[in-house]
């Protein structure tokens, strides 16, 4: 176990934005988002939970897939395939980023489809993720496998002790930034890291059991009167989708400028009408209820069936606490569940 | 018997013949309400009312349409009922107006700027006439409702519903209508200050359409110009430059039906001021027309009829 100051964290951070696109929380306008950071930028790891999750990193919202460039009217144009350039760091990140991150590999990396921008990106990103004091009121998770001190997905883990933080190394990269000369013998403080982890997740209070919910929810699939009363007020935007570690839906676009264009990714939401609509004008997921239905299916029933039991969530909940009508995800999935007929 | 009460009864009576009467509960945490949906005499017995139901359920109508709704409104929502029946998007005889005559409701955002840690911490509230006490992380603050009001509120000319069936509470007076100090300090900026403010804010904004389908007034819902491919009216990439464009679009399909209830604004996830550009654009459709939108029945909008000569327009003798 090592330890770095905050003092030395920021100096650390500074030097290896040199190397790296560092991503990391920084408070604007009174929110907290990660941003590319600077020198001479000051870190906020510790006020709130960034509010939109650090996705970006290896799912960023555009990206571009391809350059097609015509040189002459009449003559074929060019077509240069653009693939993520450089390394990215994400400092600050939180168990449920890092362990977000993991949820979409089985959907990028399959043996018959290697997504190519999302492999570069994932192989050549790092997570230095702060472990969680405390739970927020929209926390849960310790219900969906993970734990406010999970390693799963991270790097490095630090844990706040004092005036600085207790360093873990997790993957071979993680251990050789805390070989750098900013970071000290932990001593004892490991073990008050460890102390704090176990208290966090004492904080959490008794994980709910989310084992019943694939199949409880496919047997509300044809009951949209369910749906109705579940999603009657959403307001069918698409923040909880945008703001989730793990919603990995994207949609593609060419944007044609005459001679130049660009084909680009952007993220796609499932809350959105043109999500399925069809070439042919018919739309098979015409209102907010087969919508929302699809979108808690799949975090809690048709990925799970997939990918051996593990549900498409990480219990952040961002969605729960910046949906703007406090739609609860898990009251939904706790409807399906107890659902008496 | 409180307000509360009153308004229940009134729901009592009138929920037989009802599909729905939308109204608030408590949400996820004792500080924060959600829009709760009654169907039955056991769904009442959760209906809050009060500083922390802010949201305006004006938004939910349009997509009832053809159903017998009841609604809970406060006098700014109130705006919104009077504007979408003007525009003829919504039906008087569907509808039953429960409404409130209201003290103000609370920004959360000023909530989490004036607490000492995040207002996710949260482990209890207490709600008196003027304050409200939270206490988050073990720590517990007590907060004066008039630093913590939206602020909207701080200037409401409207606190009690402009139309009801039933209206519930004892009156509550105007404010003094003023400026707001973000508005004029946000005015007072030069253009380039502007560019650079809104350049930034805007690299924050993530495009989940949040404020759009918040807004009561934005009625195009699934036909929004934002998402249509063909023609490719703006650009699917996530810039500063197209999240402007989209939200210029915004207020411009607003010039006149804004009834400033803020929604877009609390809606944001990422803390976009929205209501500097909602603001400004209400002022000059007063200036100009001298039309405020959502405050009596049988307005027309000002864009939705035409005049061959307006009188607030110089169009000659420049």
Known sequence: MKYITKKNLLRLTEELSSVYRVLAPVAQGGTVTFRRFHPGMTLDMHSRMAAVSAKMATLPQTESLLLVQRVEENKKPELTETLPQGKTLVMGARP???RGKLLLDPVFITEKIRDQHFIHRRENSIFITLACDQPETTCFCHSVGSGPADTAGSDILLTLVGEGYVAQAISDQGQEIVTHSFFEDAQDRG????AKHGHALELMGQAHDYSSAPAKIL???????FWEVQSAKCISCGACTYMCPTCYCFNITDNDLGLTSQRIRTWDNCMSHTFTLEASGHNPRPTKAHRLKNRVGHKFSYYPDLYGGIMACCGCGRCIKQCPTGVDIRQIVNAAQEYAQ | MSPLDDLKTAIKSRLGELDCVIGWEQGYDQLHATPLFIRSEADLDRLV??????????TYLPGLRGKKVGIIVKGCDSRSVIQLLNENLITRDDLVVFGLCCSGVVSHRKIRAALPVDPGFVEAVDLSTDTLSITASGQTTILHMADIAADKCQICQYPNALIADVLVGSPQESKVLTTLACQEEFEAKSEAEKFAF??????RCIRCYACRNACPMCVCRD?????????????QENTPGENMMFQLIHVSHLTGRCTECG???RACPVDIPLLLLRRYMNKQVQDVFEHRAGTALEQTPPLLTFKVEEEGIKERGW
């Open chain 1, 219 to 225: 047997e509300r699939f044809d009951d949209m009167d």
């Open chain 1, 96 to 98: 449920c980023d890092a």
């Open chain 2, 49 to 58: 009312i009060g500083p922390l139901a802010v949201h305006n359920l004006a």
């Open chain 2, 223 to 235: 036909f929004c110009i934002s998402t249509s491919r063909d023609p490719l009216w703006l650009g």
């Open chain 2, 198 to 203: 809104w350049q930034e804010t805007m690299s």
């Open chain 2, 263 to 265: 929604e877009c604004e």
């Open chain 1, 191 to 194: 073990q008050q890291a460890q």
